[in-house]
Nanobody, 122 residues
């Protein structure tokens, strides 16, 4: 079965950085796009960045462009999210998500992990 295990969340100060990781198993990782979805308290889920199956194409929502970078290592079945210049509004539970195909389709994910909490506060 598909398993997505996130790690790397925590507390960061505004302007700081965090790096999230997601270890994937139970499917052919190199065949699927991967994404990160976040959900802030009291709000609906927000699809944030996505990367295609071979890592050559990425997509970001405007609110994180220039600050977040998604990448993947198909040899390690792992996807990463480097978050820089963090803002309090980035506070959310961050989920790793498996795309239903090899191309990036915003909100086109069919499995999510359990999530890792990111809190940005001074």
């Amino acid at each position: 079965q598909v398993q997505l295990v996130e790690s790397g969340g925590g507390l960061a100060q505004p302007g700081g950085s965090l790096r999230l990781s997601c270890a994937a198993s139970g499917f052919t990782f190199r065949s699927n796009a991967m994404s990160w979805v976040r959900q802030a308290p009291g709000k609906g889920p927000e699809w944030v960045p996505g990367v295609n199956s071979d890592g050559s194409d990425t997509y970001y929502v405007d609110s994180v462009k220039g600050r977040f970078t998604i990448s993947r290592d198909n040899a390690k079945n792992t996807v990463y999210l480097q978050m820089n210049s963090l803002k309090p509004e980035d506070t959310a539970l961050y989920y790793c998500a498996k795309g239903s195909s090899g191309i990036v389709v915003p909100n086109g994910d069919d499995h999510w992990g359990q999530g890792t909490q990111v809190t940005v506060s001074s």
